[in-house]
């Protein structure tokens, strides 16, 4: 995952990054991370994970608090079986800091982006995908209740991931939760990549 500046009228600047997990292969019910761009605006309200553990003892969206960034329901490939398409809720998320943290690099995930919890505090503390949010929280107080309080919002906000495949060399797609609408052709980072565009 790389955070990425992007300027409509000057260069483009990588501000950093991390290791992420997306969509595995081979497993009945995980699904293939689709690559795009995809919008965070207020259409969506997001969450904070509630810490709990599942059967296997995996909290699976990380500690109690951390964000959860909700993208909406995107057409995805199945990971399983001939590789037809169903529809995924895409997410951000932290993962379980004891078992899964440590294996974030690889593909593992049921479609969503997995991301540290260090990444996760990050883009929350300073509203990196929170553009529309922040618009939002001062007449909705839905919104103002998802911000962090003692939050610090960059001005470089913005309000796009944008997930790009290597492997292959896709048109970029801007993906609504609702309609998708064809963009420009985008160059391919490397592996399944993510990247917040500020």
Request: glycine share 10%; net charge positive.
């Amino acid at each position: 995952m790389r955070i990425v500046l992007a300027r409509p009228d000057g260069a483009w600047g990588s501000l950093g990054g991390t290791r992420v997990s997306t969509g595995q292969m081979g497993r009945r019910d995980y699904y293939l991370t689709p690559t795009g761009i995809f919008l965070h605006t207020d259409l969506i309200l997001d969450w904070r994970a509630e810490g709990t553990f599942n059967s296997q003892h995996i909290r699976g969206l990380g500690v109690k608090g951390m964000r959860v960034w909700d993208f909406g329901w995107q057409r995805a490939a199945k990971g399983w079986g001939t590789g037809e398409e169903g529809d995924i809720r895409l997410l951000l998320h932290a993962t379980d800091p004891d078992y899964l943290e440590k294996r974030l690099g690889r593909p593992a995930s049921k479609g969503c982006v997995r991301i540290p919890a260090a990444m996760n505090r990050f883009l929350d503390r300073h509203g990196v995908l929170d553009a529309d949010y922040e618009q939002a929280a001062k007449n909705d107080p839905r919104f103002e209740a998802m911000l962090l309080r003692e939050r610090t919002p960059t001005a470089l906000a913005g309000s796009a991931l944008v997930i790009v495949d290597s492997a292959d060399t896709p048109t970029a797609r801007l993906n609504a939760p609702v309609d998708a609408v064809d963009a420009t052709s985008a160059p391919a980072n490397s592996s399944r990549q993510t990247a917040p565009q500020l």
